[in-house]
């Protein structure tokens, strides 16, 4: 997928109307008015930042007509109708260019597409390396408002979560959720004086991290992956945050019991 940045593209059309402005300083009928050294330099400026805009833009086409025009204003003295029609060529080539394209803008939460620092926080990409593409991935489709796709990249995160608290138990391999869960209400069922010193202090927190598992495997997961249901941007704005927060919970607990 290529990106088309909106302040790349205004300045070439800047930049394009900056020529154009050139040419109508000579008058009605610009053909054949010699071209001054002074004119020459502000038709450099101007072409050559259409030209980094245009690679900024990705668009080969307009690019090589641009290139064109450069070549042209500096090999000729005079304006002709070259000039003109290589001028209009740019613009004509900018259209058929971006028509090829559906451009889509993101209104909201644009910083989740193209993140500059983790957005489950460094400890979560510290301690779950594992989920740092699903994280990214349920940015981006939150971004552009694909909120059934964002809760299926969210719940492979908890999956990730839910495998290391059964690390953290000594639980083994299972093959689902609801075998994870067993095992977890097996270990907190467990009788009182079998339990450690440890163990009685975490078992709060294990607790609670079973409540949210149970819930969000009846509200979100079961309905995600067995195709009962789809989600708004809106509910996946809301259980960005509530995964958000559970993963961040593990790895401060993590953090904690290092």
Known sequence: MLRLYS??????LDDLSAVRVIIHGFGNSPEGMTITNENRAEFATNVDSLIL????????????SADRLSK???????????TLNLINDIRTRLGDELS???LFGIKRHAELYEPKKPLFGEAVADKFALAIPDIEDAGKCLAVEQGTACVFHLMRIMEVGLKSVGDLLGIPYAPSWESY????????GEKHDRKGVDWKRDEP???????D????KICWRNPTMHVVR????????????TVRTFMMRLADHLSASV
């Open 205 to 211: 927190f294990f607790r609670d991290v079973l409540g």
């Open 53 to 64: 805009q245009l690679q900024i833009l990705q668009l080969p086409m307009t690019i090589k």
């Open 72 to 82: 042209h204003l500096f090999e000729t003295n005079v304006l002709s109708s070259e």
């Open 230 to 241: 789809r989600y708004s941007s809106k509910e996946a704005d809301q259980i960005f945050g």
């Open 181 to 188: 869960i067993k095992q977890i209400q097996d270990k907190i």
């Open 100 to 102: 090829e394209m559906a």
């Open 213 to 216: 598992l149970q819930s969000i």
């Open 7 to 12: 302040e790349p593209f205004l300045r070439a």
